[in-house]
């Protein structure tokens, strides 16, 4: 796994894509840009992706066009553990799943965006 600060600076040149990843075999599952690509292949966090991706599955969530999902590490480092919470863009959560544990490697956890079937780090909204 690269190093947090390598893993920052390589992300913080992702402010587009120059395509959509498609991850799933269904044809209407979410898609991912190249900048959650990079997150997810450095960070070893696949599963990341696959959590919001879930949580498309149900309804309330679902209809919301444009979703903000926040990882939040535990400050606790022993514990190792985090919270995923998804919001509407307007700051009212419309989902939430705790995560027992994770070695997801930068404290400060990430935000990614979804929107219209594209799941997308903040800055390349």
Request: aromatic share 10%.
């Amino acid at each position: 796994m690269e190093s947090p600060e390598n893993i920052r600076n390589v992300l913080a040149c992702c402010t587009g894509s120059e395509c959509y990843w498609k991850i799933f075999t269904n044809d209407s599952a979410p898609k991912i840009t190249d900048g959650v690509k990079a997150m997810a292949e450095l960070c070893g966090a696949f599963w990341l992706v696959t959590a919001v991706a879930s949580w498309q599955l149900k309804e309330t969530v679902r209809r919301e066009s444009f979703q903000v999902w926040k990882l939040v590490l535990d400050s606790d480092k022993d514990s190792g553990g985090a919270v995923l919470i998804g919001e509407d863009g307007n700051d009212r959560e419309i989902a939430r799943q705790e995560i027992e544990y994770t070695d997801f490697p930068l404290s400060e956890g990430i935000t990614l965006y979804f929107t219209d079937g594209i799941l997308l780090l903040a800055s390349e909204y």
